[in-house]
């Protein structure tokens, strides 16, 4: 543990929910309310019963809503970055924020409602040991945790639905993500030059401004080496993003890479540093896999990925 002022590191940074008194409030009827997203979760994160294939958590999920259980109506497996939303990286075993109230979170993988872009016989997925988020073919046994609620989050960017090979199909009833399109919409035209002529590319999704080359460092480079390289860049502001940052550029329709169409973006590599530490394990640190849209980890010390620096919003 090192002091975290001047250290580059997520730590050191304020965040949105960090500033809500109470993140988690009691909805009545075994609910809970998350005043971060919107959105609606059961206490029991094992309501299911059991892991199951993803067309069958698909149903549960409908099941659920044609049942009006717990007086809701509009149940549905969550979308990547809806499931993504619980997961605190401050915490491990589970990595959900300290002080939650749900029960029965068992650390494995969850599915959500979106298709692998890289490959649609595949699904995404979370694990709530320690937050990484891949993804898994839709005939295996995952665990399945549904949500209600209108969400804050901007939307994944997925827009078609696929069956559990992988073949594209009509997205009417099916409860994937490619139905509900739940959050926010995006801006369109996503991206935009700096504000005040500066350096670097306006997220107006986010409000955060990227390097328009996203490679500091040219080339692959340890985690210090990658937060120092982020500091330095040409401008003054910029840092190493936050692995939500990191993953809030994800389009979830697309893959190689996982960005959206028309980007102005140079230098691509295949996965990035973010400043946020595994608490699964503090010689790791979490990185965003560019070319898949995956979240996953590396060893700090070794010249794994590569830097994009950021500047902008966090509170």
């Given amino acids: ?3 975290c002022p001047g250290s580059g590191q997520d730590g050191a940074f304020p965040h949105p929910a960090d500033s809500l008194a109470a993140r988690f409030v009691a909805a009545g009827r075994g609910l809970v309310s998350d005043r971060a997203t919107g959105l ?7 309501l299911a019963g059991f892991p199951m294939p993803w067309a069958e958590a698909l149903a ?3 099941g659920l809503a044609g049942q009006g259980s717990c007086g809701r109506t509009d149940w549905r ?4 970055r809806e499931l993504r939303s619980l997961v605190s990286y401050g915490q491990a075993r589970p990595s959900l924020p300290q002080g939650h109230p749900f029960q029965n979170v068992f650390a494995g993988w969850h599915w959500t409602s979106t298709t ?9 997925y979370v694990h709530f040991e320690g937050g990484r988020m891949f993804y898994g073919r839709k005939d295996q046994d995952c665990l399945c945790w549904p949500v209600a609620g209108t969400c804050l989050l901007p939307r994944t960017g997925q827009v078609t639905c696929f069956d559990a090979a992988g073949r ?3 997205c009417s009833a099916t409860g994937q993500d490619g139905q509900w399109q739940s959050g926010r919409a995006w801006p369109v035209p996503r991206f935009a030059p700096a504000p005040g002529g500066g350096p670097g590319v306006l997220d107006r999704l986010t409000g955060l401004v990227w390097a328009g080359h996203a490679d500091a460092a040219a080339g692959p480079v340890g985690w210090e080496a990658a937060l120092e390289a982020a500091g330095r860049s040409a401008g003054g502001g910029w840092r190493l993003p936050d692995i939500n940052e990191l993953e809030s550029l994800v389009d979830a329709s697309m893959a190689d890479p996982a960005l959206p169409a028309g980007h102005p973006f140079t230098a691509l590599g295949e996965a990035y540093w973010s400043s946020t530490t ?3 394990d503090p010689a ?3 990185a965003l896999y560019l070319r898949k849209g995956a979240v996953g980890v590396g060893v700090k010390s070794g010249p794994e990925f590569l830097a994009w620096p950021v500047r902008g919003p966090l509170a």
């Fill in 40 to 46: 609606v979760w059961p206490v029991d994160a094992g």
């Fill in 60 to 62: 549960f999920a409908a």
């Fill in 168 to 170: 594209e199909r009509a």
């Fill in 278 to 280: 595994s608490a699964f």
């Fill in 284 to 286: 790791w640190a979490h």
């Fill in 77 to 80: 497996l969550p979308n990547r």
């Fill in 116 to 124: 692998a872009a890289p490959a649609p016989a595949y699904a995404w």
């Fill in 1 to 3: 543990m090192v002091p």
